[in-house]
């Protein structure tokens, strides 16, 4: 059984103005998003500044995920590293935290062979129960989980469920699929085609977009599995402005300002991190008027 289906927020992390985690505004969101009917909270992702985050602040804004959440809709957390004893710690650690699972990215930097991912992948998988989904990122990570190495991951490695597909390539996602019968828990990692991705068989997307209209992003992937897939191309494009200003620079600097802009107060980004241009910001807001979205 899948740990999610449909729209789940790659969720922010708040921070104070001295960039220490904001719990109470963490708190807050995590409500917004249970109101507006979000599927799943993706905790401490690249979304969330994972990588700004210490060992012990990684571990600490998953525990409070989990309390937040408290069983209202699961909690996946964000546990990858380009370490693998580090990945295992972290994966541990948010499996004693009461995660109901773990996305985990491809090693970054250290660029491993499609061997290396096997045998990363399968170390971390095997000192935990919780359900895994692979994160594939290339343009981040320098590393491309192959549609062949995500099968025989699938194939071989009983918790390894899912794997989020964030390279931009719908054939590569076709071909993971087809190698894999449809039966790998697919999620969209770009926002801005959901929709393909759930017409070759995804269940859902894990979205930066949510943050700011968590209700419309749940109910274009509701429309979908409904069998309205007008409606649900229908919702995907009318959002193509809003989509393209909150990728406009590197992600999460334009969604934290976004959610500042409607006064949600999540604070300022950590370095290297840097607050948005002015003309990017400017865009920004005339794409959330126009989507509808409430400016402060």
């Given at each position: 059984m899948a740990i999610f289906k449909g729209a789940g927020v790659a969720i922010v992390t708040p921070m104070k103005e001295n960039f220490e985690v904001d719990y109470d505004k963490l708190e807050e969101l995590i409500d917004f998003q249970v109101k507006g009917e979000t599927d799943c909270i993706i905790i401490s992702g690249?979304?969330?500044?994972?990588?700004?985050?210490?060992?012990?602040?990684?571990?600490?804004?998953i525990r409070a995920a989990v309390r937040f959440a408290n069983h209202r809709i699961p909690v996946v957390a964000?546990?990858?590293?380009?370490?693998?004893?580090?990945?295992?710690?972290?994966?541990?650690?948010?499996?004693?935290?009461?995660?109901?699972?773990?996305?985990?990215?491809?090693?970054?930097?250290?660029?491993?062979?499609?061997?290396?991912?096997?045998?990363?992948?399968?170390?971390?998988?095997?000192?935990?129960?919780?359900?895994?989904?692979m994160y594939n990122v290339p343009s981040r990570t320098?590393?491309?989980?192959?549609?062949?190495?995500?099968?025989?991951?699938?194939?071989?490695?009983?918790?390894?469920?899912?794997?989020?597909e964030a390279t931009g390539?719908?054939?590569?996602?076709a071909k993971t699929l087809y190698l894999t019968d449809g039966k790998?828990?697919?999620?969209?990692?770009?926002?801005?085609?959901?929709?393909?991705?759930?017409?070759?068989?995804?269940?859902g997307v894990i979205s930066v977009w949510s943050n700011v209209a968590p209700?419309?992003?749940?109910?274009?992937?509701?429309?979908?599995f409904e069998g309205d897939i007008a409606g649900a191309a229908k919702m995907q494009l009318e959002a193509e402005p809003l989509i393209d200003a909150l990728f406009s620079e590197v992600n999460p600097i334009p969604v934290k300002k976004?959610?500042?802009?409607?006064?949600?107060?999540?604070?300022?980004?950590?370095?290297?991190?840097?607050?948005?241009?002015?003309?990017?910001?400017?865009?920004?807001?005339?794409?959330?008027?126009?989507?509808?979205?409430p400016l402060a």
């Open positions: 690249t979304t969330g500044e994972s990588a700004t985050l210490s060992m012990e602040e990684h571990a600490e804004v964000g546990t990858g590293s380009n370490c693998t004893e580090t990945a295992v710690q972290l994966s541990k650690e948010a499996q004693e935290a009461g995660a109901d699972g773990l996305l985990i990215v491809s090693p970054y930097y250290n660029k491993a062979t499609q061997n290396g991912l096997i045998r990363h992948y399968s170390q971390i998988a095997g000192e935990v129960k919780l359900p895994v989904i320098g590393c491309n989980i192959l549609p062949e190495t995500a099968a025989y991951l699938y194939n071989h490695v009983e918790n390894i469920v899912g794997i989020k390539n719908v054939a590569q996602a790998i828990d697919m999620y969209s990692g770009e926002d801005g085609i959901v929709v393909p991705l759930l017409a070759l068989g995804a269940i209700k419309q992003v749940h109910d274009m992937c509701m429309k979908f976004a959610l500042n802009l409607m006064g949600m107060e999540v604070g300022p980004l950590r370095a290297p991190l840097y607050e948005m241009e002015e003309e990017h910001a400017k865009k920004l807001a005339e794409a959330m008027r126009a989507y509808g979205l």
